[in-house]
């Protein structure tokens, strides 16, 4: 079993900065991706940032040059650094693992976070 923690959020002006951070505990495998998507009210779940063990990334379109995603291996924590922020980037924040099997041949599985508050406002 896995728990994530997300942490960081909050309220910011239009033009502020934000710093996520998400810190994994429990069966954390070493082959593993982890990230951020977001929920705003009355839209779907959407992605943000993610980032593999081995440091590859992907990125929405709507976030690229305002945020950076990076990890901690060694403190299993996922953190996001979200600059010149949107009153469109308001939503709650949630941390995701999808963790892979234990042995090759298992099957992944995904994990969430219970989120983290944005507010952009003036």
């Known amino acids: 079993q896995v728990r994530l923690v997300e942490s960081g959020g909050g309220l910011v002006q239009p033009g502020g900065s934000l710093r996520l951070s998400c810190a994994a505990s429990g069966r954390i495998f070493s082959i593993n991706t982890m990230g951020w998507y977001r929920q705003a009210p009355g839209k779907e779940r959407e992605l943000v940032a993610v980032?593999?063990?081995?440091?590859?990334?992907n990125y929405a379109d709507s976030v690229k040059g305002r945020c950076t995603i990076s990890r901690d291996n060694a403190k299993n924590t996922v953190y996001l650094q979200m600059n010149s922020l949107k009153p469109e980037d308001m939503a709650v924040y949630y941390c995701k693992l999808l963790r892979g099997g234990a042995v090759p041949g298992d099957d992944a599985e995904t994990y969430w976070g219970q989120g983290t508050q944005v507010t952009v406002s003036s």
């Open positions: 980032m593999s063990h081995v440091g590859f990334t």
